[in-house]
Each structure stands twice: as C-alpha cells, then as structure tokens.
C-alpha cells in the first residue's frame, strides 16, 4: 500500500467511528495521522522495511498504537481494528455520507435505527417513504437526498 492508500484508510476508519459515536480523541488521532502519512515525502512501505517501527514513530501524529496498524497494513493489506469495526458497520456506511445533507449523525442514525448500511437500502427506505422517519432530515433534504439516488 502506498501513503495515499494508507491515509485513506485511516480517514475511512475514522469516519466509520464518527458515525459509531465512538471516541473523538481516537477518530480525530486517526485523521491527523491520515494528514501526516498522505503528505510525508517517503513511503510508509520503505520506512517500515529500513526503519521498523521506530521510523515510523517520527511522523506526526504517529503514535505505537498507529504505527503497529502502519506495519499491519504494509505487510498485509488490512488491520485488525479495520476488520473488527467493519465486521460491526459495514464499509458502504461510509458511502452514505457522500449524499447531501447526510452527515455522520445521520448516517448513525440511519445504521443504527433503520438498520441502512448501503446506497441501495437507502434507495429502497426513500422509495418507501422512509426519509419522513428520520430526525434530521427536513423535506428539502429528503429531495435532495431522492434526487442523488435519482429517485423521482
């Protein structure tokens, strides 16, 4: 994996948690780190095979917890915390918040409530009528919401 693919799946990681309600101390160490590896001039990779650890705990942002998922990451594509939390909410989650007017405390709210975690439940739950239920959603942003999924 190279520092763009690393970086974007730790914002991933720390989005899936803001829509969890989990931590903000834990999400926002996830998306400074992210910041950090996405523009550090040499790659996590080369770090990991020169340096170990130890390298990478020189990046900003970059403690032994994050390092450890670094090397995970590097050495085998995946980390263990991405696939616990991914068993638990499932990635597309993180697809409803390219939506208008679906930020994280809506998305919760849609995963947690109404069980919604893709584009297409979402499709099926607006066809039904189901956008009306959901505290945070106002009429205009239910069309708008209808109008991205290209709903009539």
């Known amino acids: 994996m190279n520092n763009e693919e ?3 799946r730790f914002n991933q990681m720390g989005s899936l948690m803001e829509v969890r309600g989990e931590d903000a101390f834990r999400l ?5 780190a992210a910041e950090a590896i996405e523009t550090w001039p040499i790659e996590m990779q080369t770090i ?6 130890a390298g990478l705990l020189e990046i900003p942002g970059v403690g032994k917890a994050l390092a450890g ?3 995970e990451l590097v050495q085998t594509g995946t980390f263990d915390a991405w696939e616990k939390l991914t ?3 499932p990635a597309t989650v993180l697809d409803l918040l ?4 679906v930020g994280p405390k809506t998305a919760a709210t849609l995963h947690q409530k109404f069980k919604i975690a893709s584009l297409d439940e979402l499709r099926k739950f607006a066809e039904g009528g189901g956008l009306e239920m959901v505290d945070g959603i106002g009429p205009k942003g239910a069309e708008k919401i209808k109008a991205r999924l290209k709903l009539p």
């Open 98 to 101: 390219e939506l208008p007017g």
């Open 87 to 89: 068993t638990e909410t």
């Open 28 to 32: 926002r160490s996830y998306r400074m």
């Open 69 to 71: 998922k670094i090397v």
């Open 48 to 53: 990991v095979n020169e340096q170990g650890l």
């Open 6 to 8: 690393i970086a974007r």
